[in-house]
């Protein structure tokens, strides 16, 4: 199956401003930050959307919720607050199929979304 782009980011097959790092997963800037913090966490394993995932991947989504807080606290957003989003399918916003959690800060965010 062919890669998507965030696991060639993650394999360093494209380039990118990565934050963190370990073997489940990546983080990285988001090309087009829509805030002054705009981090894209994923897992390494290509799971297309949070709706494609299953039991199997408790473990993982386990983990990768617990690196939010760590990233948001080393990019120094911790205390003024942030938002995580997942975007799921065409009506969700997602363009990019393998599971993908924006960590966005560093400024005051509307709520809800356009
Ligand atoms: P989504 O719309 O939720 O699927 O989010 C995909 C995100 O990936 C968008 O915010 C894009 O700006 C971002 N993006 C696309 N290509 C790249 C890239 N090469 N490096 C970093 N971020 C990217």
Redesign the pocket.
Same mark, same amino acid.
């Given at each position: 199956m062919e890669k998507t782009? *965030?696991q060639k &980011?993650a394999d360093k097959e &494209?380039?990118?401003?990565i934050v963190y790092e370990d073997e489940l997963c990546v983080a *990285?800037?988001? &090309?087009?930050?829509?805030a002054p913090v +705009?981090v894209?966490l994923i897992p390494r394993k290509p799971i297309p959307s949070i709706a494609a995932a299953t039991a199997e991947d408790a473990e993982l989504l386990a983990h990768l919720m617990l690196k939010v807080g760590d990233i948001a606290r080393a990019e120094g957003i911790e205390a003024s607050g942030f938002r995580t989003?997942?975007?799921?399918g065409d009506d =969700? =916003?997602?363009?990019?199929? +393998?599971l993908?959690i +924006?960590i966005i800060g560093g400024r005051s965010l509307q709520w809800p979304p356009g």
């Open positions: 782009l *965030f &980011i &494209i380039p990118a401003a *990285f800037r988001d &090309i087009a930050p829509a +705009h894209l989003v997942l975007n799921t =969700g =916003g997602q363009t990019v199929p +393998h993908h +924006h």
